[in-house]
């Protein structure tokens, strides 16, 4: 092995930042075997900075003699002992660094230390990230971080030895406290488990005169898990983005993962601000992402609100540093918007994320302007937890103790302003070197807690190549921190080694194969802390176990007749049911999935791409609270997961106009490649003016890479509204029907606009604009036609010149066209234009135009306009100008969208016919003190039908929804749907056909269950 430092590394310290250069000495030392001589340092001061940044305010260091190569094994060995400790503390507190000597200082080595008045020696067994050459501009140093207030310490014997490549015989192995087997801190946590993480589960059986039935068979699987474990994604491959790059197979194993063996998850990226105000990204990505995590039954963690570091968000946000009253209104009016626009989807948000490192914001607006975006994301959406995340709070040991006590000070002066602080994030990256035990991990988690906070970790991981360490610190940190009552979730910041920011820290290899870390995750998730038992009930027909919180299946047998039930016992309080056995089987509903997210706009159209005019919602739901309004010309889109080629599919939704004279529809399309269809289906809606389902049967070919949802009503001259509810496709169960034929007018959908920062929300950014002739921009956000930003256009040179974007153009294309006009004074007739400049010459066609006042906003659009050309196109311009004068105007929420025409389809029935579900009557068995009624229900297709509970699937006397199935099966299905009640007449609504049934209904028949009577 080779020494890097210098012979006598003690004396070459000789790198100063903000250190006086009187600040080190030299000193004898008596006795030690180790070494006999040690340098003092003396630190006069704390830095300048509260932040990380402080923390290397202040270095000592000393230059490598030597060469290092990229991936050889070192170790670095140093000695330290307090002389003067830090202020209030009995320790002494540095950062050991080995890094590059000058930018980037890439490093290889950074390591707490923490000392008392004793010799403490620190050894560390690490890789060289990259090669330090000596002698030149990558050469490394090994640099203390000294930024923690005054102190006096000694370090001595201080080496950095090469062992070469690989992993010598005799290199150093890294443990930590508390990894044995028979560790005391095991039998602990245990008993916390115990205590805190279950609760006592009692299922009685009865018959239905009340006797206890002895003897059943009784089942209780657990479904979920009260406890969160998570996993952030990438949004793109989450939904199989064509950005995201991921192939069929990988995308398989990517969404399987997620939606079994996690219950939360969260979007690494995509939420974060500077992707937030990307439309395109948040429209066709996030969105969808997020609708995928709620239709998979994922609580979702929003990451995060505000990041607040110049390098951390929008341009334009970093141009309002020198306006301090500018900043807090851009940086409110995000928030609000963000967090506003995700409530109900999210269900926690991490306000404010690494404070304690990224404070320029906190520079300019004061530290106490956290509590104010915790309020503000509060007034946002009142009803979720809301979080401060942070990193080095539980890592190194527990030994980043100023980085730990300024984000608790932090926590504490939010709580003491009465802001709605909920939970502290502990980030837990932990870097394989120093991994804090579970004895220290309990006392840091109580440290937090004691302010009345939750403790979430939030982006667990390991970063080792020893993968049997990996593994065996997940499984102790897993069991720590879920045996804790103030921890509320445990979640790691990737799974794969794909797609994260650290392969070595994931779960699966690329081939998807479990590394020993993904193995013990899933032994705890799904076996050691998972509940699944079964016994028999005793002669007082009870029958008890002891379970993990979450929700349950129970499944009672008797005769061979089986009942199921939910049951959900979310606290220790525990959890009892009563199961009648009357001889009469039953299932929990199981609602079918759904690859359309939220096709019952219960969310609005969050998750949908606006198109055309764009679409609004309306209160005169088919089912729940809210459907989709289409005005002539607007529309939605939304891009599909989960679909497989040559897997037949049934496509279904409810319409209906409010007048005559267009057509809307309800439609998939896709094809090999994003925005090209090559196949497309449709329900079209003319005629009907109450609620009518729709069916299409349709099979994506195979090579199908991209499946578009999407519904659109034509463009025309009248006013009709189309009204489109529970937009939903299943796998075929049963015989398909055959294919669909086109309607009687095919629509021809726009995509989303060409143009570049058309919404103008970016405030202080003009960019994709430019001036067609003279004139000034300035994104203003005078007064907007919506959103938070408009585009001022001042000093126009001619009535002819105003703001213009290049687009591209086809040929022949069909194109939708809309902006948003106002003057600044006066009136005029603004117009819209498309210059076509050709090897022939140049052609301007009039997209549109209307007299514009500067009392209020003006819309300018067209549609279905054909753009076409001879000669070969070398610009096509979008502009803005006025007929007469040129005066200042104001342009907002500006597009421009070619119209995708439709794909071809095979000839067939203009619809799918099918005939409407039927309920059919009902028998009852009375028990003590109440009935159960049984009713049944006819599907006379050769295939699946759905109806949601709604206005077509509801009883009453309400509650409307009362477990009945939404999942139709074919055929006769007698005594599917179980209502237990008082016995006054019950009535079941299905479409058009209604079954009641009382206390003088027929009877089920004698109850098998009392021969089992006590």
């Given at each position: 092995?080779?020494?890097?430092?210098?012979?006598?590394?003690?004396?070459?310290?000789?790198?100063?930042?903000?250190?006086?250069a009187d600040a080190t000495e030299q000193v004898a030392i008596a006795g030690n075997p180790n070494f006999s001589k040690a340098l003092q340092i003396a630190v006069p001061n704390g830095p300048q900075s509260p932040g990380l940044d402080g923390e290397y305010e202040i270095t000592l260091g000393v230059p490598a003699s030597g060469t290092v190569t990229e991936g050889d094994a070192l170790v670095a060995t140093v000695w330290a002992r307090s002389i003067v400790p830090t202020a209030g503390a009995t320790t002494g507190n540095a950062h050991l660094v080995f890094e590059t000597d000058g930018s980037p200082y890439k490093k290889s080595l950074n390591a707490a230390l923490l000392y008392g008045t004793e010799w403490q020696k620190f050894q560390f067994p690490f890789r060289a990230a990259t090669t330090y050459t000596a002698g030149t501009t990558t050469a490394a140093h090994l640099n203390l971080w000294l930024g923690y207030g005054a102190q006096t310490f000694q370090i001595a014997g201080v080496s950095v030895q090469d062992w070469g490549p690989g992993t010598p015989?005799?290199?150093?192995?890294?443990?930590?406290?508390?990894?044995?087997?028979?560790?005391?801190?095991?039998?602990?946590?245990?008993?916390?488990?115990?205590?805190?993480?279950?609760?006592?589960?009692?299922?009685?059986?009865?018959?239905?005169?009340?006797h206890p039935v002895s003897g059943a068979t009784v089942s209780a699987v657990q479904q979920t898990s009260a406890f969160k474990f998570g996993a952030a994604a990438d949004g793109a491959r989450l939904v199989g983005d064509p950005s995201g790059g991921i192939s069929g197979t990988d995308l398989a194993q990517y969404q399987e993962k997620y939606s079994t063996l996690f219950n939360q998850g969260a979007l690494g990226n995509n939420l974060k601000w500077n992707h937030w105000e990307n439309p395109t990204e948040r429209d066709a990505i996030t969105?969808?992402?997020?609708?995928?995590?709620?239709?998979?039954?994922?609580?979702?963690?929003?990451?995060?609100?505000?990041?607040?570091?110049?390098?951390?968000?929008?341009?334009?946000?970093?141009?309002?540093?020198?306006?301090?009253?500018?900043l807090r209104t851009r940086i409110n009016n995000h928030?609000?918007?963000?967090?506003?626009?995700?409530?109900?989807?999210?269900?926690?948000?991490?306000?404010?994320?690494?404070?304690?490192?990224?404070?320029?914001?906190?520079?300019?607006?004061?530290?106490?302007?956290?509590?104010?975006?915790?309020?503000?994301?509060?007034?946002?959406?009142?009803?979720?937890?809301?979080?401060?995340?942070d990193y080095g709070l539980v890592e190194s040991n527990g030994w980043e103790k100023r980085h730990r006590d300024a984000v608790y000070n932090t926590v504490q002066s939010i709580k003491a302003a009465g802001a709605p602080l909920d939970v502290v994030g502990f980030e837990s990256h932990f870097n394989g070197l120093q991994l804090t035990s579970p004895d220290d991990l309990m006392t840091i988690v109580d440290q937090f807690a004691g302010l009345g906070v939750k403790v979430a970790v939030t982006e667990f991981d390991v970063d080792t190549d020893?993968?049997?360490?990996?593994?065996?610190?997940?499984?102790?940190?897993?069991?720590?921190?879920?045996?804790?009552?103030?921890?509320?979730?445990?979640?790691?910041?990737?799974?794969?080694?794909?797609?994260?920011?650290?392969?070595?820290?994931?779960?699966?290899?690329?081939?998807?194969?479990?590394?020993?870390?993904?193995?013990?995750?899933?032994?705890?998730?799904?076996?050691?802390?998972?509940?699944?038992?079964?016994?028999?009930?005793?002669?007082?027909?009870?029958?008890?176990?002891?379970?993990?919180?979450?929700?349950?299946?129970?499944?009672?047998?008797?005769?061979?007749?089986?009942?199921?039930?939910?049951?959900?016992?979310?606290?220790?309080?525990?959890?009892?049911?009563?199961?009648?056995?009357?001889?009469?089987a039953t299932t929990v509903r199981q609602d079918q999935p759904n690859p359309i997210g939220d096709g019952g706009f219960e969310d609005g159209t969050r998750g949908w791409t606006p198109l055309g005019t764009g679409p609004a919602t309306a209160a005169n739901a088919h089912s729940g609270h809210t459907a989709l309004a289409l005005s002539p010309g607007s529309g939605v889109t939304q891009n599909l997961t989960g679909i497989t080629p040559g897997t037949s599919y049934l496509l279904s939704g409810w319409g209906r106009l409010n007048g005559g004279g267009t057509q809307c529809y309800v439609g998939v399309r896709g094809g090999a490649t994003a925005g090209t269809p090559t196949f497309q289906y449709e329900l079209s809606y003319a005629d009907e003016r109450a609620y009518t389902q729709k069916l299409a049967a349709f099979t994506p070919p195979a090579g199908t890479k991209w499946v578009q949802a999407f519904a659109w009503s034509n463009p025309g001259s009248v006013s009709t509204q189309c009204t489109l509810d529970d937009l939903a496709i299943t796998p075929t169960d049963?015989?398909?029907?055959?294919?669909?034929?086109?309607?009687?007018?095919?629509?021809?959908?726009?995509?989303?606009?060409?143009?570049?920062?058309?919404?103008?929300?970016?405030?202080?950014?003009?960019?994709?604009?430019?001036?067609?002739?003279?004139?000034?921009?300035?994104?203003?956000?005078?007064?907007?036609?919506?959103?938070?930003?408009?585009?001022?256009?001042?000093?126009?040179?001619?009535?002819?010149?105003?703001?213009?974007?290049?687009?591209?153009?086809?040929?022949?294309?069909?194109?939708?066209?809309?902006?948003?006009?106002?003057?600044?004074?006066?009136?005029?007739?603004?117009?819209?234009?498309?210059?076509?400049?050709?090897?022939?010459?140049?052609?301007?066609?009039?997209?549109?135009?209307?007299?514009?006042?500067?009392?209020?906003?003006?819309?300018?659009?067209?549609?279905?306009?054909?753009?076409?050309?001879?000669?070969?196109?070398?610009k096509a311009e979008w502009w803005i100008s006025t007929a007469t004068g040129a005066g200042d105007l104001l342009v907002d929420d500006a597009s421009f969208a070619?119209?995708?025409?439709?794909?071809?389809?095979?000839?067939?029935?203009?619809?799918?016919?099918?005939?409407?579900?039927?309920?059919?009557?009902?028998?009852?068995?009375?028990?003590?003190?109440?009935?159960?009624?049984?009713?049944?229900?006819?599907?006379?297709?050769?295939?699946?039908?759905?109806?949601?509970?709604?206005?077509?699937?509801?009883?009453?006397?309400?509650?409307?929804?009362?477990?009945?199935?939404?999942?139709?099966?074919?055929?006769?299905?007698?005594?599917?749907?179980?209502?237990?009640?008082?016995?006054?007449?019950?009535?079941?609504?299905?479409?058009?056909?209604?079954?009641?049934a009382s206390s003088t209904s027929p009877a089920c028949g004698s109850a098998t269950a009392g021969q089992h009577r006590r």
């Open positions: 092995m080779n020494e890097v430092l210098p012979a006598d590394a003690v004396a070459n310290f000789s790198e100063f930042k903000s250190l006086p015989a005799g290199y150093p192995q890294i443990t930590y406290d508390g990894r044995d087997p028979n560790a005391a801190w095991r039998t602990a946590a245990d008993a916390r488990i115990d205590q805190y993480r279950k609760g006592n589960l009692a299922v009685s059986v009865v018959d239905p005169t009340g969105l969808p992402a997020l609708q995928w995590m709620k239709e998979h039954g994922l609580r979702i963690r929003g990451h995060n609100v505000i990041w607040p570091s110049w390098g951390l968000m929008q341009p334009d946000v970093v141009n309002l540093q020198n306006d301090p009253a500018a928030i609000t918007d963000e967090a506003s626009t995700l409530a109900g989807i999210v269900d926690e948000w991490d306000v404010v994320n690494e404070p304690y490192s990224e404070h320029s914001v906190q520079d300019i607006l004061g530290p106490d302007e956290i509590a104010n975006w915790f309020r503000l994301a509060h007034q946002a959406d009142p009803n979720v937890p809301l979080a401060l995340n020893d993968q049997q360490l990996q593994a065996d610190y997940t499984r102790d940190f897993m069991t720590a921190m879920f045996s804790n009552p103030n921890v509320n979730q445990i979640s790691n910041f990737g799974i794969w080694s794909k797609n994260i920011y650290n392969p070595r820290v994931a779960l699966y290899n690329d081939d998807w194969s479990p590394k020993p870390n993904a193995l013990v995750w899933e032994d705890l998730i799904k076996h050691q802390w998972h509940t699944s038992v079964s016994g028999q009930t005793t002669a007082a027909g009870t029958y008890g176990t002891r379970g993990f919180l979450g929700d349950y299946l129970v499944t009672v047998t008797v005769n061979g007749i089986s009942k199921q039930m939910k049951v959900a016992m979310p606290t220790t309080a525990g959890a009892s049911v009563t199961v009648i056995a009357d001889g009469q049963g015989t398909p029907p055959p294919p669909q034929g086109a309607p009687a007018v095919t629509p021809y959908l726009p995509t989303p606009s060409v143009l570049g920062n058309g919404s103008l929300e970016n405030q202080s950014n003009t960019t994709g604009w430019y001036c067609l002739g003279t004139c000034t921009l300035k994104n203003a956000a005078t007064t907007p036609h919506a959103g938070t930003g408009d585009l001022s256009v001042t000093a126009r040179g001619a009535a002819w010149a105003g703001p213009a974007q290049g687009v591209s153009v086809v040929n022949g294309g069909l194109y939708d066209s809309s902006a948003w006009v106002r003057l600044a004074s006066g009136s005029d007739t603004a117009m819209v234009s498309l210059k076509l400049t050709t090897s022939t010459g140049s052609t301007t066609y009039r997209l549109g135009s209307a007299p514009v006042t500067s009392t209020g906003w003006t819309q300018i659009s067209a549609a279905n306009a054909e753009i076409s050309w001879t000669g070969t196109l070398t070619p119209m995708a025409k439709a794909a071809p389809r095979p000839t067939g029935p203009a619809e799918t016919a099918f005939n409407p579900v039927v309920p059919t009557a009902a028998c009852v068995v009375h028990n003590q003190g109440s009935y159960t009624a049984y009713f049944g229900y006819s599907n006379a297709n050769n295939y699946y039908i759905p109806v949601p509970v709604g206005a077509d699937n509801a009883f009453s006397p309400g509650p409307s929804d009362r477990g009945q199935t939404v999942s139709f099966l074919p055929y006769q299905r007698p005594r599917r749907v179980a209502v237990t009640w008082d016995g006054s007449p019950l009535t079941w609504r299905l479409g058009a056909q209604t079954q009641t």
